[in-house]
C-alpha cells in the first residue's frame, strides 16, 4: 500500500487543478500575455506542485518509512535513504 492510499482522490484532484494552471499559463503564452505575469502564474504553479510534493513525501514518512522501521532489518535502511534522496532531490528544485 502506497502513502497516498488513504488521499488518492484528493491528491488526484490536486494534480488536476495543477495540470489546469499549466494549461493555463499556456494559453497565457498563446496570447502573447504580459511576462511579469506569466511569471506570476509559474510562481503559483511551482509553489502548488511543491506543495503537493510535500504531502506526499509526508504520507510516504508516515506509512512506508515507519512501517519498514518497525520491521527493521535491511528495508528500513533503503526507505530511509530513499527519502532522504527525495528530500535532497525536492530541496534542489
Known sequence: MVGY???KDAQLKRLRR???QI???QRMVENDEYCIDVLTQVSAA???LQSFSLDLLEGHMAS???DA???GGAEAGEKIREANQAI???VRS
Open 69 to 71: 522501521a518497525a520491521r
Open 23 to 25: 494549461r493555463g499559463l
Open 64 to 66: 512506508c518509512v515507519v
Open 46 to 48: 511551482t509553489r502548488a
Open 18 to 20: 495543477i495540470e489546469g
Open 5 to 7: 492510499s488513504d488521499s
Open 88 to 90: 535532497a532531490r525536492l
